[in-house]
């Protein structure tokens, strides 16, 4: 989706939790009993292997979030919560896509991947499979692009975010 | 962690459902209910905003994991389940951390990134935050070698993927 239409406020949430199965479930689960739409989430584990850590990007007004936030503190498993603001976090994404190019097209796609300093992933005869990381705004507008040529499969790994220096 | 510690057959599960609140409970749900543990998760919207993929990698035996792609197909807003074989698939994958490196150290994280073709966030007094996209093994190559520095901080996004071409 592209920054247009996510223009209300987001709010950031960054997750220690022990590595354990039914973790994310739980999580995913609070959230989902409230009603909450979660717009991304990424999940993996930290530098320490016992530990994984959950960013989730949530679009909800103030209030909710922090009874919402109160409520995972107590859930079993969950370390630390913090709350990153927008405006105080680097927030990056990846993305992934197959396009639909064949000789013809497949330099202009080169192209803008090299604008946007990507990287090529793989090429074939009528496809190519490129790889962008920067900031959500950075991924929207590559995307946008994108669309111009045809996009045969496109992943993207949610947020992640940690506080600015 | 590092590759050595996830050597055992890795699974890749790739899951478009409609991007609607509860879906992502319901599949991590399923997953817990088995105690399988989810080694890392990502769900973001897709080019089609009225989906999500969630992409999944899980470490089990192949049996069990059969089952659970027929459970997760009878799923309510399960559209389309993929798996991804290792070998036939791109893995990509990001991580943000933010190293203790005074003015001494600066130059030699700034080198490593280099190498690592990564790019530089932030740059503090005491401290720099590091952006890196690429497969698995090399995220955790260099996350082994910032070992050698002080992690402060670090996020990884879980692994996306799309078939090799």
């Given at each position: 989706m592209n920054e247009s239409s996510f223009s209300r406020q987001h709010h950031i949430l960054s997750v220690l939790v022990?590595?354990?199965?039914?973790v994310l479930a739980r999580v995913a689960g609070l959230f989902a009993r409230r009603g909450f739409n979660i717009f991304s989430l990424a999940v993996a584990p930290t530098q320490d292997e016992r530990f994984s850590r959950i960013t989730l990007v949530v679009d909800v007004e103030r209030a909710p979030l922090d009874q919402m936030v109160k409520q995972l503190d107590k859930?079993?498993?969950?370390?630390e919560i913090s709350e990153l603001h927008p405006s105080l976090a680097r927030e990056r994404e990846l993305l992934l896509a197959t396009i639909k190019a064949d000789s013809d097209l497949r330099a202009q796609v080169i192209q803008l991947v090299g604008v946007f300093e990507g990287q090529i992933v793989d090429v074939g005869t009528s496809m190519l499979t490129v790889m962008l990381a920067g900031s959500p705004s950075k991924l929207d507008d590559f995307e946008v692009l994108m669309r111009s040529y045809d996009i045969i499969e496109l992943a993207r790994s949610g947020r992640i975010a940690l506080p600015r220096l």
């Open positions: 022990e590595n354990k199965a039914g859930l079993i498993n969950v370390v």
